[in-house]
């Protein structure tokens, strides 16, 4: 985006567009309920309320930004047929607008994105091209797609009639809390963000915003460091929806002049909060929308504004999407469960005799740990027996204590184990 765009977006008149936004979306985009979290509270030590925008129509916040920018278009552009790039949840909330006024979309999507967000938006009637590695790839073909057939084309975050879009997500959280003083949200491309942001500035600027983002996604932390946009060498993270190599321009500028801090979350951390709202709030929540719950653990320790800040702190959370496929869904769970010791796997050689299998299974019986999988493999054996085996146990246990107490015991009966995970 060009400079005079950025400086023209940045001296409107914010309020009045945010305002204007708000209106477009009435009876399109739902207002998500606060929901109040007193298992995170009681984590972290201070009280949070989320914001679950992946109970949005479509599935994420997405909708806001992609219809409020739809809705700006004259007739002559929708005519012209509208293209995009998106990683998933922008080609819904585009797919969704384009019907709703009738004009066709194209969505070009990275190869990578999950099959769950290719079907959803095809079921809006959009034709979905896939293209590129990341969405920095399929955003460079939907711009040829947009300059070779004259398409018109929405981006995804760089743009101020989508942040302005965004923007009522922080709107509805200061109608609806207050007393709020922190707002955390996800950044990818930055339009959430900047919307979030630019809303609580505009409107009640002694709110902090904090914006979160993986560690394998470390463009916005090596952007603002540098003091300008910033492209990313590699990303490394699963959390797709904010994998974004390059910020935007705009958002950029907003961020930077209006976000108070950053921190940044492990891919651990994402998979925890996945499985911790599945189990506490009955929330399915994608990588991306876990992002800014996953930062709830890193403010006391990353953040200098936030540590510092005096009083009591309520925090606002943005869970940004749900839209996650069974089988990432799956992985994920099983990530999280090793990680809090609920599922363990051990090695352990045996003598290639019968009833060993038997004595291992009795120790696991008594000790009440629910057996999932076996593999009794003869090639595996280190040569620790003459005719030795390698068998692996994969069991449910009840925490890491009770993973100690399996694998003490089994020691203690003379057996060699060690833990695989």
Not at 116 to 126: F, N, P, Q, S, W
Request: glycine share 10%; net charge negative.
């Amino acid at each position: 985006m060009d400079t005079s765009t950025i400086t023209a977006c940045l001296e409107s008149d914010h309020a009045a567009d945010l305002r204007k936004a708000a209106q477009r979306l009435e009876g399109v985009a739902r207002h998500t309920l606060i929901e109040e979290s007193d298992d995170l509270g009681a984590r972290i030590g201070h009280r949070v309320l989320l914001k679950p925008e992946n109970l949005q129509l479509t599935g994420s916040f997405k909708i806001r930004g992609a219809y409020n920018k739809v809705a700006s278009l004259d007739q002559d552009e929708l005519d012209r047929g509208i293209v995009t790039a998106s990683a998933g949840n922008h080609a819904q909330g585009v797919a969704f607008a384009a019907r709703s006024r009738g004009a066709k979309a194209t969505i070009v999507m990275p190869r990578i994105t999950p099959p769950l967000k290719v079907d959803a938006t095809r079921a809006y009637g959009a034709e979905v091209v896939l293209q590129g590695e990341v969405f920095d790839e399929s955003s460079d073909y939907a711009l040829g797609l947009a300059r070779d057939r004259g398409m018109t084309f929405v981006p995804p975050f760089d743009d101020y009639e989508v942040v302005c879009g965004q923007g009522t997500i922080a709107m509805e959280i200061l109608q609806d809390v207050p007393d709020v003083t922190d707002i955390v949200v996800p950044l990818g491309g930055g339009g959430l963000g900047a919307g979030v942001a630019l809303a609580v500035k505009t409107f009640k600027p002694d709110v902090r915003v904090i914006g979160a983002t993986p560690v394998g996604s470390p463009a916005w932390r090596e952007s603002l460091t540098a003091g300008h946009v910033v492209a990313a060498d590699q990303m490394r993270t699963a959390a797709e929806g904010v994998a974004v190599r390059r910020p935007g321009d705009l958002n950029y500028a907003l961020l930077s002049r209006y976000m108070d801090d950053l921190v940044q979350v492990t891919e651990s951390d994402i998979s925890e909060m996945i499985l911790f709202m599945l189990e506490k709030h009955k929330l399915v929540v994608e990588a991306a929308g876990a992002v800014s719950l996953a930062a709830l653990g890193q403010l006391d320790l990353q953040s200098d504004v936030f540590r510092s800040a005096p009083g009591p702190h309520v925090i606002v959370p943005i869970i940004s999407g749900g839209n996650i496929d069974t089988v990432t869904m799956g992985a994920v769970i099983q990530r999280g469960m090793i990680s809090r010791g609920r599922i363990m796997q051990f090695g352990v050689e045996l003598p290639d005799v019968p009833g060993q299998l038997v004595k291992v299974a009795t120790v696991l019986a008594d000790l009440r740990a629910n057996v999932i999988e076996l593999n009794h493999d003869q090639f595996k054996s280190s040569g620790h027996y003459d005719n030795g085996v390698l068998l692996e146990v994969t069991v449910e246990t009840n925490g890491p204590d009770h993973i100690t107490q399996i694998l003490d015991t089994l020691r203690s009966r003379g057996f060699q184990v060690h833990q695989n995970y």
